[in-house]
């Protein structure tokens, strides 16, 4: 459908506009943005309720909920943790966008925050190109999932700042060849910097929280 | 963006035309056409090789691989089992549509086939939105993405004529309320058929192929 391309040239560029805009009103803030990417049920939301159990003692965080219903789980489980939360519904869009998270930053008392968390729509292609004027972009790949989505879903893991492998305490009851995967992200993102770990069980958990606690100090400083 | 709206309605029209064109083409050669659809890692590919190695020595089948990459790793797999296995690379593209799969039926001898499977693009938003021209529609959820997958992606649940609830054999290791789970499918999909299974253990797929079976020979008599 060549028709439509320059719609979408369009869109991606105002788009982007609009991401330069969230991240400057961040910064301005020092205010760390962090976009968590993945497929449904890879444990984005588990990710972040672990972190947020690990860091909300010492750093004030909050955490922006992209999802394509209306349903509230994943905000309620965040707020009952005590940080805030705001949904955006994207109508059964498959993405977040600049738009979006730019309306949704006007909810937050951003002069507070340290970090500011962007649980995007549970999907590897759509999500990889929209970037939203966050700092960091974290994907999650999760153990039953597969050893071949690096290269199967390229664009997203070239894109990524660091990857979270979650579900290690599956990787007795699954088929998963370590290494394939590895050498599929090293291949799009050499020397990506990686968090094996398990959200169920903790293992792991620590180097990913003092990893981004470095992250969350920087932009503090900055 | 409200601009953007009419073109996508122009595509969604114009696809829905091309669907049932590939529909009637399925049908004038007797060929059962099924979508498979899932999240990334759900276990599509497996599903349908376990399909294959249970059927192809009584049925002709054949597969349409829908890839957003160029990468052949499902379709070597299929075609090393003897089937004929056409490889769509949608160029990133997020899901298959009709267009697509007219340009693939081209390839296949339909009037030797009994059943045509559509592996689409791994995703549970975009894919929901473009008919194809296949007569059924099954999704693949599987148990370590979590048990609350119809309550946040409900429109895909919504649209399918089968449920696969695949990697069964994992249910010891990863929380997941099969009550709950459930209960969500059946507000969205009452009375909707789903087959518990593991395409690791095989525990399951004895009841998935005999229903698939029934609905191949519905279409070769129909």
Same mark, same amino acid.
């Given at each position: 459908m060549p028709r439509t391309i320059p719609v979408v040239e369009n869109i991606l560029n105002a788009n982007d506009q609009l991401a330069a805009a969230n991240q400057a009103r961040l910064e301005t803030n020092r205010v760390l943005g962090v976009n968590i990417l993945a497929s449904p049920g890879a444990g984005k939301t588990s990710l972040i309720l672990r972190t947020i159990t690990a860091l909300s003692s010492q750093l004030h965080l909050a955490v922006l909920e992209g999802d394509?219903?209306?349903?509230?789980i994943d905000a309620d489980k965040i707020s009952a943790l005590g940080v805030p939360a705001v949904q955006i519904?994207?109508?059964?869009?498959?993405h977040l966008d600049a738009k979006m998270v730019q309306a949704a930053l @006007?909810? +937050?008392? /951003?002069?507070?925050?340290d970090c500011l968390i962007v649980e995007n729509v549970?999907?590897?292609?759509?999500? @990889?190109? +929209?970037? /939203?004027?966050?700092h960091i972009n974290v994907l999650i790949a999760s153990?039953?999932?597969?050893?071949?989505k690096p290269y199967k879903y390229p664009a997203i893991y070239r894109g990524v700042d660091a990857l979270i492998i979650n579900k290690i305490d599956l990787l007795p009851y699954v088929p998963f060849n370590l290494d394939y995967f590895q050498l599929g992200v090293e291949a799009l993102n050499p020397g990506l910097v990686s968090f094996p770990l398990s959200?169920?069980?903790?293992?792991?958990?620590d180097k990913w929280i003092s990893w981004l606690t470095r992250q969350i100090q920087k932009a503090n400083s900055g």
């Open positions: 394509t219903a209306s349903v509230t519904n994207t109508g059964g869009q498959c @006007a909810q +937050f008392d /951003l002069k507070i925050l549970g999907n590897l292609i759509c999500t @990889a190109d +929209f970037r /939203l004027g966050t153990i039953p999932e597969g050893d071949d959200c169920q069980t903790g293992e792991g958990l």
